[in-house]
């Protein structure tokens, strides 16, 4: 005879990046101790890729997790871990002064509100870069797994940023004529970007520098001097 299993309510939430609406349950026990040891390990793609199991087994409708921008995966593990361990997060905020040996005293115990957390939007933010002439690119969020296979290559730092710029072009237009990234080689893209100017390299950074945050402004008085802080948190590292 089959055992009793309980079944788990649903809810909803709005995949930031596509604003496509999705179906999702609460966090079982086996999820939420593959996220203990995963936050055990300090290993960052062991974490990415506990994230990633969550959100597959968690979401109930079709969803492409491999294809997720990294803000779309944290909001998404953020709402899910509400609705499983509770809807706040609890936080140490310290002075932005030092306060010597007082500063054990300068600590402020902060609450959050999950739903409080959002993706903030840059209005500066745009995907269309146009570069000289008639041509320019078009860009797309890097996924998870493009970030993943970036941080596993022995590049340079410098080097990255041209991995990481030339997987998130999705064309590259002069005047009605279309390249696909898709259809390019990756070679050929890192010698696109090499071969623009300092000005139109700056154009395509701002994509990145303005791209949505997971961000949430936290403010608070030191209990020992007093002083009004605001602190900014983004990323998901923020809030554990």
């Known amino acids: ?19 496509a609406s ?3 349950r609460p966090m079982l026990v086996k999820e939420e101790k ?40 944290e909001y998404m593990f953020m709402h899910i871990r509400g ?24 600590v402020v115990n ?10 903030v939007k840059n209005s500066e933010h745009k995907n269309k870069v146009h570069l000289y002439g008639d041509v320019g690119v078009v860009m797309k969020y890097p996924s ?21 710029m030339a997987v998130a072009i999705d064309y590259i237009y002069d005047g009605n004529q279309i390249y696909h990234a898709k259809e390019q080689k990756h070679e050929e893209l890192l ?13 395509v950074q701002k994509f990145f520098e303005t791209m949505p945050k997971l961000s ?4 608070y008085e030191c209990p020992v001097c007093h002083k009004k802080n605001e602190r900014i948190l983004e990323g998901i590292q923020s809030f554990f």
């Open 83 to 106: 609705k499983s361990v509770g809807e706040s997060i609890e936080l140490s905020l310290t002075c932005d002064e030092d306060h010597g040996e007082q500063n054990n005293k300068a």
């Open 1 to 19: 005879m089959a055992l009793p299993m309980m079944t788990a309510p649903t809810y909803n939430m709005v995949v930031p990046s596509t604003e």
């Open 191 to 203: 010698a696109f970007l090499g071969n623009l100017t300092s000005d139109q390299f700056i154009k």
């Open 216 to 219: 949430y402004t936290a403010k």
């Open 110 to 119: 902060y609450t959050i509100n999950i739903e409080d957390i959002k993706v």
């Open 22 to 24: 999705v179906r999702f």
């Open 144 to 164: 998870v797994q493009d970030l993943k296979k970036m941080q596993e290559t022995d590049d340079d730092d410098l080097d990255r940023i041209f991995d990481i």
């Open 34 to 73: 593959a996220l203990l040891i995963a936050q055990q390990s300090e290993d960052p793609a062991v974490m990415i890729e506990t994230l990633k199991g969550v959100i597959k087994s968690c979401v109930l409708d079709t969803i492409d997790v491999e294809k997720l921008a990294t803000f779309d995966l």
